[in-house]
């Protein structure tokens, strides 16, 4: 499947084997920021002149192409050339398995809706497929849409009332206060944004507490309409969110 995670080392062999290789270090924020790759790297490992990043990139495209990132040739091009004895590689590692192996990417080609859920977890199903399920990659979607900034925001918020820290309580409120909360309004943005690129209905799933009782719209506590989904089960068009997450 072309949209499935790839595991790689990007290696780079210095011309100057004594030289620390700072210069690179800004290049996985950079391959993280423009949408090509999972979570940042934290180290870039020297090892007998060359440099060796391990990377997790977002799909096949992304492994061949970050190269030709207009970003990344902007920064890093000529340090690439002044820098290196020889043409950098990129290696696809077989024999790593990644827990992203899990996730199943959307290969419909009239997906009918989508479902963007707030995060909770790193590498948790944040866009998905209202038919198969299926994630839908970041490098599918615009740069100038905003959504890794909202997720990041989504996952502070979340983990501070998860933790039962000394900010649960605002971090409860925020992200329960579905008309006017900052978080959920910035939700709102990414939600019609993300309809109007794709051209497909986007329902907005909030965050409950006790989800099993969210069984009516949380806006206008209509009944909504039967999803097809198991989870959840019913999606309000007036109001553009998914809910009841019930089993009943």
């Keep these: 499947m072309n949209d499935k995670p ?3 080392k990007i290696i780079l062999t210095l011309a100057d084997e ?3 290789g700072e210069e690179f270090i800004g290049l996985s924020t950079t391959l993280y920021q423009q949408n090509l790759i999972y979570s940042e790297p934290r180290e870039l490992r020297k090892k007998e002149g060359k440099l060796e990043l391990s990377v997790i990139f977002q799909d096949i495209s ?5 190269k030709s990132n207009p970003e990344v040739i902007a920064y890093f091009s000529p340090r690439f050339n002044a820098f290196l004895t020889e043409e950098l590689k990129t290696v696809q590692e077989l024999d790593v398995i990644i827990e992203l192996d ?3 990417n959307c290969t419909c080609d009239k997906p009918g809706f989508y479902i963007l859920n707030g995060r ?3 590498f948790s199903d944040e866009l998905m497929c209202g038919i198969c399920v299926g994630n839908i990659p970041y490098s ?3 740069l100038d849409i905003k959504i890794e900034n909202w997720q990041k925001h989504h996952q502070r918020i979340y983990l501070n009332w998860l933790e039962s820290s000394f900010f649960e309580k605002e971090a409860l409120k925020e992200l329960t206060s579905y008309r006017k909360g900052k978080l959920n309004i910035e939700g709102e943005k990414i939600r019609k944004q993300l309809a109007a690129f794709f051209g497909y209905p986007v329902y907005l799933k909030f965050f409950v507490e006790n989800p099993d009782e969210n069984n009516t719209c949380l806006i206008c506590n209509g009944p909504g309409e039967v999803s097809g989904l198991k989870r959840p089960r019913k999606i309000c068009k007036n ?5 009841c997450f019930s089993d009943l």
């Design 62 to 66: 992304s492994f061949n192409n970050w």
């Design 6 to 8: 790839v595991a790689s």
């Design 120 to 122: 909770s977890m790193p």
């Design 102 to 104: 899990n996730v199943v």
């Design 18 to 20: 004594d030289a620390t």
């Design 140 to 142: 599918r979607i615009p």
């Design 239 to 243: 109001c553009n969110i998914a809910f």
